[in-house]
């Protein structure tokens, strides 16, 4: 996948459960994301990553943390309500 292209599905979504192949163990991770840090709890968290060409910035709520994740290695990309199995509004 492409980074603009994983931008693009995770703003849509607003928050998303990546599933992706770790760079060192290659064992398949999930993680629920956002790109969205207009949130005063996510401002709150202190962030030293810097996004790079290939790489995407990630706020990821079930770490508390900010990430970088290689967008060539992500497999999927779910909408958090969609797995929640949330109504649309």
Do not use: H
């Not at 990821?60 to 943390?65: G, H, I, L, P, R």
């Amino acid at each position: 996948m492409k980074k603009e292209e994983l931008r693009s599905i995770v703003t849509d979504y607003g928050d998303a459960v990546i599933t992706y192949r770790s760079t060192n163990s290659r064992k398949l991770k999930y993680n629920v994301c956002t790109v969205d840090f207009d949130n005063k709890y996510i401002q709150s968290k202190r962030n030293r990553a810097k996004e790079g060409e290939d790489t995407l910035l990630l706020f990821c709520w079930d770490t508390d943390s900010y990430r970088l994740l290689l967008p060539k290695n992500v497999t999927r990309v779910e909408s958090l309500s969609s797995v929640l199995r949330n109504e649309k509004i």
